[in-house]
């Protein structure tokens, strides 16, 4: 299985060569024959990288061409974009030269290059914290914008944007050197467990009080027009839907990753561990199915984006 030899190096090496980090990689003796190992085939990892490179370079194009759209949240949204497109050409370039390796088509690459694999590890790691952090900051200007509303544009200016984006991409990048350097050290992976765990408290926290506010603001207009319950209750239930789907996407593309590394730690050694181990590239498919769903999410919601995307794509076609 060609995907990512150098990151799951890092993270929890699959790999079944002698090679591997003990502490990683149980023995295939010990699995029982019980565990249920999902076999992903080499091509569907190049097939999503190239549906996340072309969807995330659309909404970085619109966003780019109209001007209507360089706000701070919007900002936001292109830089998380433009993340996903990093991590994906990232997997497209390694997936095809492993691929190309396999075929007998190229020698060895890291003997040709032997920094470029190290590369790919920084900027795959690197992307993946960046659009963990961009998720956050979308959840954060989001939250400024319905509790100070009148001081939004005070408080997130544009510069102040940019500031923190220049913040995250510095971070990400020093951040996934060190984890790259000292990927053998246990305290690596218990630091990318805390730092998932963070932003998925901050995104639940922020997302469940903007939804009790607008339950409190649907309720005092209920109240004022003397509307019934039942109106209410179907706003409530749709608000709960949105803020379900939101956040079950959330966990469900990056919860089995980061449980993954959790097992790491808490149970190297255990035969039932050794299962969840097996599916690590079902675990790396779910986070690129995510690059995919972002989009759709935070930026083709948008009238105006999707208005420019149109417009562009007219442009391209002969």
Known sequence: MPIQEPLRRMLGSLNA??????????????????????????????????????ENVLVVVAIVKNCNLHSPMY???????????????????????ILLLEAGTLVTWATV??????????????SMMSSLCFLGAIAVDRYISIFYT????SIVTLSRSQRAIAAIWVASVLSSTLFITYYKHTAVLLCLVIFFLAMLALMAILYVHMLTRAWQHAWGIA????RQHP??????????????????????????????????ILCPQHPACSCVF??????????????????????????????????????CSP
């Open 75 to 97: 900002c936001f949204i292109c830089c998380l974009a433009l993340s996903d497109l990093l991590v994906s050409s990232s997997i497209v370039l390694e997936t095809a030269i």
């Open 278 to 315: 097996q599916n690590f590239n079902l675990f790396l498919v779910l986070i690129m199915c995510n690059s995919i769903v972002d989009p759709l999410i935070y930026a083709f919601r948008s009238p105006e984006l999707c208005r420019t995307l149109k417009e562009v794509l007219v442009c």
């Open 113 to 126: 290059v032997p920094q470029l694999d190290n590369l790919i590890d920084v900027l795959i790691c690197s």
């Open 223 to 226: 109240q004022l027009h003397k």
């Open 231 to 264: 109106v209410l209750q179907g706003f409530c239930l749709k608000g709960a839907a949105t803020l379900t789907i939101l956040l079950g996407i959330f966990f469900l593309c990056w919860g089995p990753f980061f449980l993954h590394l959790t097992l790491v």
């Open 17 to 54: 060569t002698p090679s591997a980090t003990p502490l990683l990689r149980l023995p295939g003796n010990h699995t029982g024959p019980g565990c249920l190992h999902v076999s992903i085939p080499d091509g569907l990892f190049l097939g999503l990288g190239l549906v996340r490179l072309v």
């Open 150 to 153: 009148l001081r939004y544009h």
